[in-house]
């Protein structure tokens, strides 16, 4: 399996295919396992690349999640692009993986081309926002997905999962933006696809429209069906428009 160096940490990372690069982005609580389905599917023609986040799934943890949560992860990414030396890249990032991706675009626009940015939170969290997430999250534990969880990060999963909460609470209880820089500088397309109906999200289209209004080359299609994340909601429906996206064919 394969691993790269950052920050004194084993960060474990997933390559397949040829061709364009394409970087997948996972978001909080998860891991680059919750693309096993898209990795085979975009592999087919391109090079697909999916990191497990610092503090997830099979990369090294950390004792505190840090504050600039998305930023920093946005640099992890940044410096796996750099050591495979990857031009040109394509990126899909959901949920929290949207704002990774939009703030390595931020910090490096000439080697970012496309960005679909999938389930977007925007720029801040409210504290009734994080309020509802702990809910949720703690219900989640007595159910099935507390299996997924253990499955994807190990015998600690619940710790992983309760500091990715303790930063949320921090960061919406300091008012702390989630992106880092100036949208305008980014000079690719970019998509943000989402559900109305998300229920971790709520008024996505105001938040989503924040983001894009930034942006110079932006487009929003969100969907009166799905749940959070798009992406995995509604899976065939992304998978498709993601294509044309990428491949300049949408609209």
């Known amino acids: 399996m394969p691993f790269f160096a950052y ?38 023609n391109r090079l697909v690349i999916a990191i497990d986040s610092p503090g997830f799934g099979k990369s090294d943890r950390l004792p505190l999640l840090r504050d600039d949560f998305w930023y920093y992860n946005s640099q992890v990414a940044l410096s796996l692009c750099k050591t495979l030396k990857l031009s040109q890249i394509d990126i899909i990032g959901t949920s929290g993986g949207s704002i990774v991706a ?6 490096n626009p000439s080697i970012v081309d496309h960005i679909i940015a999938d389930s977007s939170p925007g720029n801040y969290l409210t504290k009734n926002e994080v309020s509802v997430i702990k809910a949720e999250r703690e219900h989640s534990k007595k159910t099935p997905m507390a299996d997924y969880w253990k ?32 949208l305008s500088v980014i000079s690719g397309p ?21 983001l894009a209004l930034q942006i110079k080359k932006s487009m929003v299609l969100l969907f009166p069906a799905g749940y959070h994340p798009f992406l995995i909601s ?3 429906e992304f998978r498709s428009i993601a294509q044309k996206f990428l491949n300049d064919d949408l609209l």
């Open 102 to 107: 939009l703030n390595l675009a931020m910090q």
């Open 7 to 44: 920050d004194s940490l084993k960060v474990f990372y997933r390559i397949e295919g040829s061709g364009k690069p394409l970087l997948l982005l996972h978001g909080n609580t998860v891991s680059s396992d919750m693309f096993n389905q898209d990795i085979p599917f975009f592999s087919k």
């Open 190 to 210: 970019v998509l943000f696809t989402g559900s109305l109906k998300d229920e971790t999200i709520p008024h996505i289209e105001g938040k989503v429209a924040e």
């Open 234 to 236: 509604r899976n065939q």
């Open 151 to 182: 499955h994807i990060h190990g015998s600690d999963w619940e710790r992983v999962i309760d500091l990715d909460t303790e930063m949320l609470a921090r960061v919406a209880g300091n008012n702390l933006p989630l992106l880092v820089g100036d």
